[in-house]
């Protein structure tokens, strides 16, 4: 069993962007409690160090290293159908920490760590966790943005250090992904560096898969003729009727209105009607 113990440091700041690359990241500072997610009980360091390629494939597409290993970057926090759920950005500077690996066809450069909790004995496939437990203790002692908890949308980011087991590289819709076994995360003040990497990490292009990039956007279906408009008011000026009728939600202003951004052009954003949406899937 794990359980996170506070200290008190200064230096936090939330990223607090909505669904959108355009709309800035505040990354204003702010007293906070650390928080260091540990083992119950003390164990002795590990005489394994570094990640180790297993032999062979677990299954068709997926490379397996063994090992213990510490990188760090920022951990993300995010709304995902009703529940907080983690992944782990990794640093720039802590990519050497972690094996390269040689593919042809996909970039497997393991910039974004998920979690698993093991294999199904009878399939073999990995169980993914999303670490439901931790991102609900990391909220706990940090600032968040009013909407973030009002709503359950969007996203936090927490910098620190995560020590994990394992790492298994697998190829899922036509795209790279990277799992590890969670074993402790340790949180560290915001420095430039940080804030700098996770407004760079959240302005890179959306990539098209069925484990998006960006997993706190919700898409809607906006109503046949429905126009975004420039503000969040009836008989406001219309910006545009999207030439695709689905829109990505940004955030909650109230209860009557959503601002959105058009899914065929991101640059396409205003304010809809909530009753003109209704959910993709």
């Known amino acids: 069993m794990k359980r996170i113990l506070c200290g008190v440091w200064v230096g936090f700041a939330v990223a607090g962007v909505f669904g959108c690359t ?24 590990s005489e394994e160090s570094g990640l180790v390629r297993v032999d062979g494939e ?15 970057g ?23 920490h972690l094996p390269e690996i040689d593919d042809e066809f996909y970039d497997r450069t393991p910039s974004i760590l ?16 999303s670490l439901t437990g931790l991102a609900g203790e990391l909220v706990q002692h940090i600032d968040v943005p009013e909407n973030f908890l009002r709503y359950e ?16 590289s697998l190829i899922e819709c ?24 996770v407004e760079a990490v959240l302005a890179q292009p959306r990539r098209v898969a069925c484990g998006d990039d960006r997993p706190w956007e919700e898409s809607f279906w906006l109503s046949d003729g429905q126009a975004i408009l420039a503000e969040p008011a009836e008989g406001g000026e219309a910006v545009a009727v999207p030439s695709m009728p689905v829109v990505i939600k940004v955030r909650t202003v109230d209860e ?3 601002e959105v951004y058009s899914y065929a052009d991101p640059d396409l954003r205003g304010f809809v009607r909530a009753e003109d949406l209704e959910p993709v899937n």
């Not at 920022?74 to 050497?96: C, I, K, N, P, Y």
């Not at 093991?118 to 966790?129: A, F, I, K, P």
């Open 153 to 168: 949308e969007g996203h936090v980011e927490v910098p620190g250090t995560l020590t994990f087991r394992g790492l298994v």
């Open 74 to 96: 920022v951990m993300q926090v995010f709304w995902l159908q009703g529940e907080r759920h983690v992944r782990f950005l990794v640093d720039t500077g802590s990519a050497d």
């Open 114 to 129: 998920g979690f698993h909790e093991g294999r199904d004995l009878d399939t073999g496939y990995l169980r993914y966790s």
């Open 22 to 45: 355009p709309q800035p990241v505040s990354t204003e500072q702010a007293p906070v409690e650390s928080v260091a997610v540990v083992e119950e009980e003390p164990s002795e360091p």
């Open 174 to 197: 036509d795209a790279a992904y990277t799992v590890v076994e969670y074993e402790s995360f340790e949180a560290m003040p915001w420095s430039e560096e940080s804030r700098a990497f």
């Open 256 to 258: 009557e209105w959503i």
């Open 58 to 72: 677990r299954r068709p597409g997926e490379i397996e290293f063994a090992g213990q290993e510490q990188v760090q």
